[in-house]
């Protein structure tokens, strides 16, 4: 995949999808502004003897709970691609632990939890204590020196297109389409996480999202039914399309139900969005094929070296 890089700078990305004259989004309410306000988030100084990004919680260094961690890598996407056997394959690694539930679904779920942003952090970073407890049993000495060079990170699939509510990001005030995604929330986090992304057939993918959905909402599954769905969904992309970019579109969620998601297959879009924040360097992408049998050892090869832990050769 050949990544078109934008510019990482907010005002260059305003620039592009933004008009200062027409009101074309609502503003955000005071309520809705510090549950996104991520730009008033200033990290923590990690501290240097950890290879993830931990920082002192309390005043005294006495135990794990007065270490926070945040994520050293993120896989954002996408669903039904096979990132739950990623996660699994991480986890064979011995310097990367993952003893928490791989989604917490933090970055595009924060109106549910209503506090603004810098305080949600604290909760999210809550998420992390096992492996946090874990990276701190198994220090190492470098120079005479305690060092921690163990890793974690999370794998909620949903922060790479589910921006449903960026009008209501800061830095997106009367813009077409968003200058500002989930990437930068990430980004403010810790600006130097690696990302990794698995990527499938787009049509296999929509199928198994359309019957793993149908276990939930509830809806008959058929061949029949899903290509009427595709179809009504592919009408209203091209409706879209006569009158927004392609980017734009894939965006709006309402151009589909739960039932079709057309637009989580567009995944240069989004890919794009989160290598101009983080820079290409610090993006992975991987296909689904990659992980057959006779291929996944010298996947999951690359991916520890792109983490840049060290080499680990598991049995199976």
């Not at 995949?1 to 260059?12: G, P, W, Y």
């Not at 969904?233 to 151009?255: D, E, G, P, W």
């Not at 989580?264 to 992408?285: C, K, L, P, R, S």
């Amino acid at each position: 995949m050949t990544l078109k890089i934008e510019s990482k700078n907010v005002a260059d990305r305003r620039a592009k999808y933004c008009n200062f004259q027409a009101d074309t989004t609502k503003m955000a309410s005071a309520s809705h502004g510090r549950v996104y306000a991520y730009n008033a988030y200033n990290h923590p100084t990690f501290t240097l003897n950890f290879k993830n990004p931990c920082f002192l919680q309390g005043v005294n260094y006495k135990s794990s709970e007065d270490i926070r961690c945040v994520p050293y890598f993120l896989l954002p996407g996408f669903p039904k691609c096979a990132t739950t056997s990623v996660w699994e394959g991480l986890k064979v690694h011995p310097r990367i632990k993952l003893l928490h539930f791989k989604e917490p679904n933090f970055l595009h779920r924060l109106d549910r939890g209503g506090l603004p942003f810098t305080d949600a952090v604290k909760n999210y970073t809550d998420t992390f204590a096992e492996s946090t407890k874990a990276i701190m049993s198994s220090p190492h000495f470098v120079n005479r020196e305690t060092f921690y060079d163990q890793i974690t990170g999370e794998a909620s699939v949903d922060y790479s297109f589910d921006n449903r509510y960026w009008p209501l990001y800061p830095g997106n005030e009367n813009c077409r389409e968003p200058a500002v995604t989930l990437a930068d929330f990430a980004h403010r986090l810790n600006p130097n996480m690696k990302i990794i992304f698995v990527v499938r057939d787009p049509v296999e993918r929509l199928y198994s999202d359309y019957v793993f959905e149908s276990l939930f909402l509830g809806y008959p599954v058929s061949k029949q039914g899903f290509h009427q769905r595709v179809l009504s969904t592919i009408a209203a992309h091209k409706l879209c399309r006569k009158y927004q970019s392609a980017r734009a579109c894939a965006y709006n969620s309402s151009l589909e139900t739960w039932e079709v998601r057309l637009r989580v297959g567009m995944y240069h879009v989004f890919i794009e969005d989160w290598a101009a924040v983080f820079t290409a360097n610090n993006i992975a992408v991987i296909r689904t094929e990659e992980l057959d049998e006779d291929r996944k050892l010298e996947t999951y090869r690359k991916l520890f070296k792109f983490l840049d832990v060290r080499r680990y050769f598991p049995s199976s």
